[in-house]
């Protein structure tokens, strides 16, 4: 401002000695102190006061109170400063805002070498904001090889009094709206829109967080119908779409060819499918999923598992190797794992159970922490919380059970009326009433059978504590043996009186008792049994007492023949102390007699005999058995009776009465010799028993 000052002063100067060399005086000038004074015009030459005003250190021009080295103050539209050059030699007008270092001889960077400030007053003349500025920034220590520099635009939001810079020209001619440091030759920070000639706009916005990637576009329009498309790195170019005939349509496709045509990807990406914008489908790796929002939370770290159907595996996160099939199969399992549930509901509620088995709709519907469960069938184990190691086979089969573990039911609601461990029932209703038990059929069974009897462990080499301390006539004279009849529906109550009211209808389904109830028994009370076994001190296991209040009493009937085998030993006892007494009256009875070869006629089968009572008294009930077959052509078997400490023998003899063979026979009891006949010519032929050297009985059989 300074230089335009002395310019201006020049230009007075020199037009004043031109026009007149003496300078003339007249003390009727009206020019005052400060002011740049000029010759009034005509011919007075009378000196007035011009419009600039210098106060020593600021010129004003329409202002006695400069602000700053030349200060400018208008009050009309005029009020503006206009340079104007005539254009003669290519330049035109410039205005040249300079700085220069006080210190140096250059320029540093990042240094103001000038400004444009838009500024206004505020309460008074004395305040004075700055709004809107154009300002310029070396970007390099300025110095003879370059002096780059930028140029920033800024501006003031309402309310607020801080500028901001709103556009930048960087040294390298990129431009940056709302981006101070520009990458590209216009950087736009933020949301770029271009508003149509009459309305509306088309708006561009990168994500808040943008990859950083530049597209780079084709070097030609495209034709109708083309899109762009990417090849990964930012180039783009134009692309047909599939047409009908080649791609998928909503509507249905034909003209596929198998093995070529799919639907699916490319890459290693997974396949997903959605409804409603949720999820409907996953495909990948090891992990199945289909169905609405089946899989729904499954996280990269569940694998191996499959879900098909609404809901199934729902909110599975962890847990891996699961597979539920099925409308909210498996809805709830979160880690649980090795689980399979196929079937409406199967498997609902687990969440960290492991290694179950449901198939069937509902079954282990209520199962959360239970494991190496298995059902099968319609509402199978239904009701298990955290029970383990259960099996069911049958609709509605152990679906009562809650907590009980190692359990297993088979049969349409074969059950158990507890929680209860190790319990079997087998059969339509079949109801286990205590833990350890196996229970065949129900009450409205009349009859249990099979081709052979039933076999009980009896291994020796496993028993210890072996006593005779069974009772044998004792126990046995204080039964009571009755016949009776079972009312079957009152058992049937009794046994199942703790199961849930609305399952005990549907478990009755098919039960008809009235012919077990018609059933004429015999057999025991099972309280008297348990009553004469006190009595006799008698402990085993004939009886078998409740275990809770929905267990009735039973009797194992077949252990009741070890005290009958019991009572025949001792009963056997007194027959042979009988027998002994009635030889030794018999003995004395002949010596009364006096005639010790007093005989007896016996008729045996078809041949008549006589035994000597004597003979009967050394063979003590030895007896010979005719041989079956008789005749015979290939072989026969003879069976004889031998007493105890008997000495006995059987001979064979020929039609002529001639020995031809002896048998000596060295055990005692029943027995029997296996004749061949290959040696035998046919013939008549006899055989003895004889015992002591007594013959005790002769037979005849014929070889063929």
């Known amino acids: 401002m300074k230089k335009l000052y002395l310019f201006i002063l020049t230009l007075a100067l020199n037009a004043i000695c031109y026009a007149q060399s003496t300078v003339v005086t007249d003390g009727s000038g009206d020019a005052t102190t400060n002011y740049v004074t000029k010759w009034e015009d005509g011919a007075s030459y009378k000196i007035k006061n011009s419009l600039l005003y210098d106060d020593g250190s600021y010129i004003g021009l329409g202002t006695t109170s400069p602000l700053s080295k030349f200060h400018m103050v208008g009050t009309d539209s005029n009020s503006k400063l206009i340079l104007q ?44 904001g700055v709004g809107a500025q154009m300002r310029a920034y070396t970007t390099e220590n300025w110095s003879a090889s370059g002096y780059g520099s930028r140029l920033e635009f800024l501006t003031v939001a309402n309310a607020s009094t801080t500028g901001v810079v709103r ?37 561009f916005a990168p994500a808040a967080a943008a990859g950083s990637t530049t597209y780079t576009l084709p070097s030609a329009d495209g034709t109708t119908g083309q899109v762009l498309q990417t090849n990964g790195s930012g180039v783009l170019s134009w692309l047909t779409p599939s047409t009908p005939s080649t791609g998928w349509q909503i509507t249905g496709n034909s003209g596929t060819t198998d093995g070529t045509h799919f639907i699916g990807t490319t ?29 729904n939370s499954n996280t990269s770290t569940g694998s191996m598992n499959t879900g098909i159907g609404n809901q199934a595996l729902y909110s599975n996160t962890t847990g891996d190797s699961n597979t539920g099939v099925g409308y909210y199969s498996l809805k709830d399992n979160t880690t649980g794992y090795s689980n399979t549930g196929v079937g409406e509901a199967s498997l609902t509620a687990n969440s960290t159970g492991y290694y179950n088995t449901a198939m069937g709709f509902r079954s282990l519907d209520d199962n959360t922490t239970g494991f190496n469960n298995s059902s099968f069938g ?38 158990v009326s507890g929680q209860y461990s190790n319990a079997t029932a087998i059969g339509n209703g079949a109801t286990a009433t205590a833990s350890n038990e196996i229970m065949i059929g129900n009450t409205s069974v009349t009859e249990i059978g099979g081709e052979v009897g039933w076999t009980t462990y009896s291994d020796g080499r496993f028993k210890f504590n072996v006593t005779e301390n069974v009772k044998g006539l004792e126990f046995i004279n204080k039964l009571r043996p009755v016949t009776y009849q079972l009312n079957t529906k009152e058992l049937d109550d009794f046994v199942s009186q703790n199961m849930p009211d609305e399952n005990k ?63 025949v ?30 005989t007896m006629q016996n008729n045996i089968g078809a041949q008549g005999n006589s035994i000597n009572i004597h003979d009967l008294e050394l063979a003590e009930n030895a007896f010979l058995y005719q041989n079956v077959p008789n005749p015979f052509s290939e072989g026969t078997t003879i069976k004889y009776f ?63």
């Not at 006892?573 to 009875?589: A, G, R, Y």
């Open 569 to 598: 030993q001792e009963q056997q006892k007194i027959i042979n102390d009988l027998s002994t007494t009635v030889n030794e009256l018999q003995e004395q009875l002949n010596a009364l007699n006096g005639n010790g070869e007093k």
């Open 505 to 567: 209808a549907s478990r009755r389904e098919g039960m008809d008792f009235t012919p077990s109830t018609a059933i004429i028994h015999s057999g025991f009370i099972a309280q008297e049994v348990e009553s004469a076994a006190k009595e006799c001190g008698f402990e085993s296991s004939i009886v078998q007492t409740p275990d809770n209040d929905a267990d009735p009493y039973a009797l194992t009937y077949a252990e009741i023949v070890v005290p009958l085998v019991k009572a």
């Open 167 to 203: 556009m930048t020209i960087g040294n390298d001619g990129k431009v940056g709206i709302a981006n101070t440091a520009p990458g590209s030759e216009l950087d736009v920070k933020g949301t770029l829109r271009l508003t149509g000639s009459t309305s509306g706009y088309v708006g």
């Open 85 to 128: 050059r005539n254009y003669s030699l290519g330049w035109g007008t410039s205005l040249d805002l300079r700085t220069l270092s006080s210190t140096t001889d250059y320029i540093y960077s990042e240094r103001a070498i000038g400004a444009v400030a838009f500024s206004g007053e505020y309460n008074g003349d004395a305040n004075v």
């Open 378 to 415: 319609f509402g199978a184990l239904n009701t298990n919380i955290s029970g383990n190691y259960n099996t069911a086979v049958g609709a509605s089969s152990l679906l009562t059970n809650e907590t009980g573990s190692y359990n297993t039911t088979l049969g349409y609601y074969a059950d």
């Open 642 to 704: 031998i007493p105890e400490n008997a000495n006995a023998q059987i001979i064979f003899y020929n039609e002529f009465g001639s020995q031809i063979k002896i048998f000596n026979i060295e055990e005692n009891g029943m027995g029997q010799l296996n004749i061949s006949a290959s040696n035998l010519a046919a013939g008549m032929y006899s055989y003895s028993l004889i015992i002591s050297e007594k013959v005790i009985d002769t037979k005849k059989m014929i070889k063929q």
């Open 267 to 295: 890459d290693d990406v997974a396949l997903n499918f959605r409804v409603n914008n949720e999820k409907a489908g996953r495909i990948y790796g090891s992990t199945t999923f289909l169905g609405y929002q089946a899989g």
